[in-house]
């Protein structure tokens, strides 16, 4: 339990940080709309081959305070089978703030909390897991209109628990 109310903290200062380099945010602007700062975006994947299957719905959304800052949330669902082997569901939530210092550069740090259910067939004698993998990225990248590509590394990985193969993991990232 103290894991979490350290990575909880150590969010909270990142947040902290971020909305404190702002400078001065008007939400009293009468030509600015409260949806005409929100972006929406977000990520599907499938993954097949021999047996395997696997797909991913993750939208998010964010609000932009200005060209420099932004903060939103996101859902994740995924599903995974393989065939004589494991069917596991995934499903979570994240939060995460960006920061461009420049315009063509995109600084993030995503708190991720996902709850996994792995359930492998009777016959192996494993047994089943469920359990909550959190995980909170950092990550940088190039930003070009709505599109960023880059990558991020995850502080809390756990590789007998992250639903990730690795630490380090490339991203591309859309809001419109």
Do not use: C
């Not at 990558?151 to 193969?165: F, M």
């Amino acid at each position: 339990m103290n894991r979490f109310y350290l990575i909880i903290k150590i969010y909270a200062l990142f947040f902290f940080i971020i909305l404190s380099s702002v400078g001065t945010l008007n939400a009293q602007e009468s030509n600015n709309n409260f949806w005409n700062s929100v972006r929406f975006g977000g990520g599907i994947g499938l993954s097949f081959g021999d047996g395997f299957f696997s797909g991913t719905l993750a939208p998010s959304a964010i609000y932009e305070f200005n060209n420099q800052v932004a903060l939103g949330f996101g859902l994740n669902g995924t599903y995974n089978k393989q065939k004589d082997f494991y069917k596991s569901t995934i499903l979570g939530g994240s939060l995460i703030g960006l920061f461009s210092p420049i315009n063509e550069i995109q600084l993030s740090a995503e708190f991720e909390e996902l709850h996994v259910n792995r359930k492998y067939d009777s016959y192996l004698n494993l047994e089943n897991d469920t359990y909550w993998s959190p995980a909170l990225f950092i990550g940088a990248g190039y930003r070009n209109g709505n599109v960023t590509i880059g990558i991020r590394y995850d502080l809390l990985y756990d590789k007998n628990k992250s639903i990730y193969a690795d630490a380090w993991a490339p991203f591309v990232r859309f809001y419109f």
